[in-house]
């Protein structure tokens, strides 16, 4: 008898656990507006990139003959000049002599080094010091580097192939430092490589960017950057932002062609609450929509259209090849707060956050921007014996 209580009771609870659980969902969207002002901004469009501080000619100075460094008159960070002496160095033969003449006496010492006088290390060019590798009484070899010369420093970037296209010689670059990103000064670009490198499987190309005026006096070589090649930039320009500007096809457009914004630069959660609201109003019920939004995202088919992960401007592009062109346009406040008046619009440039705008609005003018709530899910569902169980939702 006891055991027969003990499994009705168990039957009660899965009987209220799988009537709660089916009851689990979406509540009904619920469409409300955000309003957004024209406004006047500043529009750059850019290419963005990492790149290295780099000495544009880099030349390690070696000695025309082997030998012992008597005198190295330079330091890291000093200044120099073509054919400036940068030190002396005896030669094997000279340096033996002269051991052999300090070893019987000072005179004798000073008169063979007045005779037999060192070879100089000579400055190929003009620039700086950046490594001094050895000091005075140092035997050399004539394959050793005694010092590095820098030229001027340049950044070198490595831009993708998608990317190269955009970028030309004499294009304006803005460059910070990593370690002093507050502190960005203005470059070009110098040179565009034709040789590409493969860096983990991707096509890439160097672009040397060389200072508008002189690299900050903090920049050292090795220094990582931070570089963003303008396309296009446009001052002073009427905008909005992305998502408040949509899209409509003025003739032979199917689905949602009528009232189709921008997706891409729509969030996950946007879309799918404008593909809700467009299934509501094309009369499917809440069982299907739900059953069509299970698989939204995911690999299936995308709710009434292609299967997911297909290039969706394949649909544009036919719909383009039947002759319909794209219109842009804004919703604006009317007499019906429910019913926003729909009111083209021509547009230019895009960062991607906002929207140069040509024609239909001026600064000031309010737009609104249709937003959907999915609502929440009820907490219903769950194990038989969880915690919460038959606490409903929180």
């Given at each position: 008898?006891?055991?027969?209580?003990?499994?009705?009771?168990?039957?009660?609870?899965?009987?209220i656990w799988w009537s709660r659980s089916r009851g689990s969902g979406e509540e009904g969207a619920e469409t409300y507006y955000d309003v957004e002002k024209v406004e006047i901004k500043d529009i750059r469009i850019t290419v963005e990139s990492t790149g290295e501080v780099e000495p544009r000619n880099r030349l390690d100075v070696k000695p025309p003959i082997a030998g012992r460094l008597e005198e190295l008159m330079v330091d890291e960070g000093e200044k120099v000049t073509k054919g400036q002496i940068l030190g002396w160095i005896s030669s094997t033969e000279r340096a033996t002599l002269l051991d052999a003449?300090?070893?019987?006496?000072?005179?004798?010492?000073?008169?063979?080094?007045?005779?037999?006088?060192?070879?100089?290390?000579?400055s190929p060019l003009d620039g700086t010091i950046i490594a001094r590798n050895f000091e005075p009484g140092q035997s050399i070899a004539s394959s050793d580097s005694v010092v590095v010369i820098a030229d001027d420093l340049i950044i070198v970037a490595n831009l993708d192939e998608t990317d190269i296209g955009q970028i030309e010689a004499d294009q304006k670059v803005v460059v910070a430092l990593e370690?002093?990103?507050?502190?960005?000064?203005?470059?070009v670009v110098e040179k565009i490589a034709?040789?590409?490198?493969?860096?983990?499987?991707?096509?890439?190309?160097?672009?040397d960017v060389r200072a508008s005026r002189k690299l900050p006096p903090f920049a050292r070589s090795g220094m990582t950057a931070n570089l963003e090649f303008i396309v296009e930039e446009k001052e002073g320009v009427l905008t909005l932002p992305v998502s408040a500007i949509l899209q409509k096809s003025v003739k032979g457009s199917g689905g949602f062609g009528e009232d189709r914004p921008d997706f891409a630069s729509m969030t996950e959660d946007q879309r799918k609450a404008f593909m809700v609201e467009r299934m509501k109003e094309r009369g499917l019920s809440d069982a299907e929509i739900k059953?069509?939004?299970?698989?939204?995202?995911?690999?299936?088919?995308?709710?009434g259209g292609a299967p997911?992960?297909?290039?969706?401007?394949?649909?544009?592009?036919?719909?383009?090849?039947?002759?319909?062109?794209v219109?842009?346009?804004?919703?604006v406040a009317s007499n019906n707060p429910d019913e926003p008046e729909k009111k083209t619009i021509k547009v230019g440039v895009s960062d991607g956050s906002y929207t140069e705008i040509l024609e239909g609005l001026e600064e000031g003018?309010?737009?609104l921007i249709k937003q959907v709530s999915l609502g929440s899910k009820k907490s219903g569902g769950g194990s038989l014996f969880s915690p919460t169980m038959g606490r409903g939702p929180r």
């Amino acid at each position: 008898m006891k055991w027969i209580i003990i499994l009705g009771v168990i039957g009660v609870g899965a009987g209220i656990w799988w009537s709660r659980s089916r009851g689990s969902g979406e509540e009904g969207a619920e469409t409300y507006y955000d309003v957004e002002k024209v406004e006047i901004k500043d529009i750059r469009i850019t290419v963005e990139s990492t790149g290295e501080v780099e000495p544009r000619n880099r030349l390690d100075v070696k000695p025309p003959i082997a030998g012992r460094l008597e005198e190295l008159m330079v330091d890291e960070g000093e200044k120099v000049t073509k054919g400036q002496i940068l030190g002396w160095i005896s030669s094997t033969e000279r340096a033996t002599l002269l051991d052999a003449a300090l070893a019987t006496s000072q005179e004798e010492y000073d008169y063979w080094e007045d005779l037999y006088k060192p070879s100089p290390l000579i400055s190929p060019l003009d620039g700086t010091i950046i490594a001094r590798n050895f000091e005075p009484g140092q035997s050399i070899a004539s394959s050793d580097s005694v010092v590095v010369i820098a030229d001027d420093l340049i950044i070198v970037a490595n831009l993708d192939e998608t990317d190269i296209g955009q970028i030309e010689a004499d294009q304006k670059v803005v460059v910070a430092l990593e370690a002093y990103p507050d502190n960005e000064f203005p470059c070009v670009v110098e040179k565009i490589a034709y040789d590409a490198t493969t860096v983990s499987s991707v096509t890439m190309y160097e672009v040397d960017v060389r200072a508008s005026r002189k690299l900050p006096p903090f920049a050292r070589s090795g220094m990582t950057a931070n570089l963003e090649f303008i396309v296009e930039e446009k001052e002073g320009v009427l905008t909005l932002p992305v998502s408040a500007i949509l899209q409509k096809s003025v003739k032979g457009s199917g689905g949602f062609g009528e009232d189709r914004p921008d997706f891409a630069s729509m969030t996950e959660d946007q879309r799918k609450a404008f593909m809700v609201e467009r299934m509501k109003e094309r009369g499917l019920s809440d069982a299907e929509i739900k059953e069509r939004m299970a698989n939204f995202g995911q690999g299936g088919r995308r709710p009434g259209g292609a299967p997911g992960g297909q290039n969706t401007n394949q649909g544009a592009a036919r719909r383009s090849a039947g002759g319909s062109s794209v219109e842009s346009y804004v919703l604006v406040a009317s007499n019906n707060p429910d019913e926003p008046e729909k009111k083209t619009i021509k547009v230019g440039v895009s960062d991607g956050s906002y929207t140069e705008i040509l024609e239909g609005l001026e600064e000031g003018d309010e737009v609104l921007i249709k937003q959907v709530s999915l609502g929440s899910k009820k907490s219903g569902g769950g194990s038989l014996f969880s915690p919460t169980m038959g606490r409903g939702p929180r």
